[in-house]
């Protein structure tokens, strides 16, 4: 029995290196769809991905962890018909750059603004999910005469209580991600852990589509990817920062979205940082509800943003 559970580790860990081996070396990046393309800017000392198309107001999507521009793939047809969609990859993931520091949300949101301002653009429509919601949030408390409405979906915003606390008491992975090591015990295995990370806070089972795996699989297997992402759970400079944004209530028209599995708490939560808030609740979903109710989610982007 010993011997054959051995060899049944062995087995397994063998194909977990070949896995992982594949999909780092092997799967190329997503194509976005049709009417897109993928482009390239240096801004803020480092290159940021991203991918853009479509016509109308600027729209930033802004993804979170453990995915990257990608996650709003679905999204992109339709939004693009009445948006110009700017789906960047944040600093640290996929194609973006990877530098040592710099990963305070204060810092990636100027990296966001600076290409904005690249792009040509002075005042912006933006949407963000997880981390990319806390990237958001610090994009329209320093820059709020430059975003016209902000949109921010399931997720919370460092130090702002007693939500703060709470949810991260429960969440495992804030601390994992912050300890000395856990880049090195992930790297080269993301595979295996997000295998195991997806299905932790979602509602619906298996509402990924292969491609969605294999393709934000291999953004945090890129080199430094890895390292650089869990960078953005070391929240202390972040909490120091929301302090000071919050002595300033956002003003613009904010979208709490909050699914109804994860994060009920959304709208009170988003209330304590701006006096005009609208809650839109995604029901039936956890985290990730982009995938899991794709159209329960474009439909509340695109009545909150189309309403002038």
């Known amino acids: 029995m010993l011997i054959a559970s051995t060899l049944s580790y062995h087995t397994s860990f063998s194909r977990n290196i070949i896995a992982q081996t594949a999909i780092t070396n092997g799967t190329k990046p997503a194509l976005p769809p049709k009417g897109f393309s993928s482009q390239y800017a240096i801004v803020n000392g480092v290159k940021i991905h991203y991918v853009i198309g479509g016509h ?27 948006f110009t969609v700017i789906a960047p990859d944040l600093r640290g ?4 750059g990877k530098p040592q520091g710099g990963y305070d ?16 653009y002075k005042k912006i429509d933006i949407a963000g999910h997880d981390i990319g919601m806390m990237v958001a949030y610090a ?26 606390s709470q949810v991260k008491a429960q969440a495992w992975w804030f601390g994992f991600f912050t300890q000395p ?12 852990f997000l295998e195991d990370f997806f299905p932790a806070v979602s509602f619906v089972q298996n509402s990924f589509t292969t491609r969605e795996k294999a393709e934000f699989t291999r953004a945090y297997s890129v080199k430094g990817a890895t390292r650089a992402s869990f ?31 994860f994060a009920p708490f959304l709208g009170a939560h988003v209330r304590l940082v701006a006096s005009n808030v609208k809650d839109c609740t995604i029901t039936g979903s956890g985290h990730w509800i982009v995938q899991e109710r794709t159209e329960q989610v474009q439909k509340g982007l695109l009545e909150f943003f189309m309403e002038r």
């Open 139 to 164: 994009y329209a408390a320093q820059f709020p005469n430059e975003v016209n409405k902000l949109a921010l979906l399931d997720a919370l915003i460092p130090g702002v209580e007693p939500v703060w």
């Open 56 to 82: 109308g107001t600027p729209l930033m999507l802004v993804h979170g962890f453990p995915q990257n521009w990608y996650m709003w793939n679905r999204l992109l047809p339709e939004l693009s018909k009445h």
């Open 181 to 192: 090591h856990s880049s090195e015990v992930a790297e080269g295995r993301m595979n295996l």
């Open 231 to 261: 960078l953005w759970f070391v929240f202390e400079q972040d909490i120091k920062d929301n302090e000071e944004f919050r002595k300033n209530k956002l003003a613009m028209p904010v979208l709490a979205m909050g699914s109804d599995h």
């Open 105 to 120: 949300k204060k810092n990636m949101a100027i990296d966001l603004h600076e290409l904005a301002k690249k792009l040509g």
């Open 93 to 96: 993931v996929g194609e973006s």
